[in-house]
């Protein structure tokens, strides 16, 4: 819930100056807390807590690396195919004539 109301289409988790986005993805967190996950972290110690943190993080930070290797890998390759495109017009452009 979002000031009282359900998430819908209009929220947004962009930065504003209003901090709406922050409310926004803390309801899309909370949604995300399942019953059975939230007995199991509420029965857990602080430090075991803070074990599944720093393992969770780990995971998040190891795919947000692959998915900018996989974003930079298609950039190079939309670059390559721009190239190749502007090669094909100008060899177009020369056979026309």
């Not at 962009?14 to 967190?29: E, I, Q």
């Not at 949604?31 to 509420?42: A, H, I, T």
């Not at 290797?69 to 670059?79: A, F, P």
Request: contains cysteine; aromatic residues 4%.
């Amino acid at each position: 819930m979002v000031e009282g109301r359900p998430v819908d289409r209009d929220d947004f988790i962009m930065k504003n100056k209003d901090g709406h986005g922050s409310l926004v993805a803390n309801a899309v967190g909370k949604s995300l807390f399942l019953p059975k996950d939230m007995v199991s972290w509420q029965e857990n110690n602080s430090e075991r807590l803070i074990e599944n943190l720093k393992c969770h993080s780990m995971l998040s930070i190891q795919g947000i690396f692959e998915v900018s290797s996989k974003l930079l890998e298609t950039e190079r390759l939309l670059r390559e195919a721009l190239g190749e495109n502007a090669l094909l017009k100008e060899l177009e452009k020369m056979a026309s004539t």
